[in-house]
């Protein structure tokens, strides 16, 4: 029987073998490796393997998020301007740049055979919904934060698939800052102050109303009524201009 099967393993050897998978997935062809060959490499048994990480795909995860946490300590450390708009902008660009930095990873990070949304994926949409309710808050989107997260964390993430997938077509980074523009147009109010506006559209000002009571933890109101004033203000702010 393996020593690794019978004792507890240091913290050192996951450590060692996460390191060794991280390098495996980079120089891979196509981002794929067998645990097989990690155990190999790490000079480990499978016991050991799965004892941390459960299943290849608990040990692929673990990578995703190792390496991307990289590129989140970055976020932590710029930490928010009183620009919530243009952190969304360098937020677009700087996860671009980080996919065209690793494209293994970051194929590996959006696969559909990763049934678990790794960690870092969920804190860096946080992120972002972050940035838009401080935008909302000044009046600054045209529609609900979640909402706008998600349309922008999709395009965000299927320009970086394109550019990192299909090099051949997708040769211009260009293509990146115009779908980004042309998103936060259709998203964003026009950049001018909220007390320049006066005449703020309807949603608008729903979706800032919105913001501001979350901020101030429902303003006064009971939880039921905060919830439901939310989902009134939400359904304003959404709405399609034709409903």
Known sequence: MPLDSVRPVSTSTRTRILEVAATLVRESPDGDISTRAVCEAAKVGAPA?????????????????????KYLAT????????DPVEDLRRGWDSHVAFALDNRNLYR??????MRTPPAAALESHRILTGD?????AQGRIRIAPELAAQMIMSANVGVALMLVSRPATFDDIEVSRRVRDALHATVLTPDVSPSAQPDAEVPTAAARLSALLRQEH????????????KEWLDRVANARPDT
């Open 49 to 69: 393997l799965y004892r941390h990480f459960g299943d290849k795909e608990g040990l692929l995860s673990a990578v995703v998020d190792h390496g991307f946490e």
């Open 75 to 82: 976020k932590r450390e710029r930490g928010e301007t009183t």
């Open 108 to 113: 590996l990070m959006n696969s559909p055979a």
């Open 132 to 136: 838009l309710e401080r935008a909302a």
């Open 218 to 229: 429902g303003a006064g109101l009971s939880t039921a009524e905060a919830a439901l004033m």
